[in-house]
C-alpha cells in the first residue's frame, strides 16, 4: 500500500496510511441513513458497520448472541457511503501515449 501511494505522490511522512482508508470507511459507514434498511435502528446499524469492518460488535450479549445482518442489509449500507469528492475525467488515451 505504502509503494502504491507513493507512486500516487503522496506523502510517505507517515501522515497517510491505510489506517486512514479504514478510518474513513468507518466513519462514512456511521453516517449513512439507507433507505433500503428504514427499520434498522442505530444499534443494528452499528452491528452491520461492525460485520463489515471486521470489528467486534460489543459486549451486548443480545448482540453478540442474537443479532445477526443479511447479505443484503450488508449491501444496503455499502451502497449508501457517500463522499463529496471531484468528478474524475474520462482518461484520454490519445493524451497518455
Same mark, same amino acid.
Given at each position: ?21 479504514? #478510518? ?12 433500503? @434498511? ?6 443494528? /446499524?452499528?452491528?452491520? /458497520?461492525?460485520?463489515?469492518?471486521? #470489528? ?28 463529496? @469528492? ?12
Amino acid at each position: 500500500m505504502s509503494a502504491m501511494l507513493a507512486s500516487l505522490g503522496m506523502p510517505r511522512d507517515g501522515s497517510l496510511v491505510f489506517h486512514c482508508l479504514r #478510518h474513513n470507511a468507518n466513519d462514512g459507514l456511521a453516517r449513512v441513513v439507507s433507505p433500503e @434498511l428504514p427499520y434498522a435502528d442505530a444499534l443494528l /446499524r452499528k452491528f452491520i /458497520r461492525c460485520s463489515i469492518m471486521g #470489528h467486534e460488535p460489543g459486549e451486548d450479549v443480545n448482540v453478540q448472541s442474537y443479532t445477526s445482518a443479511s447479505m443484503k442489509e450488508l449491501q444496503a449500507l455499502v451502497s449508501g457511503l457517500a463522499y463529496d @469528492l471531484p468528478d474524475i475525467a474520462p482518461f484520454d488515451i490519445d493524451f497518455g501515449v
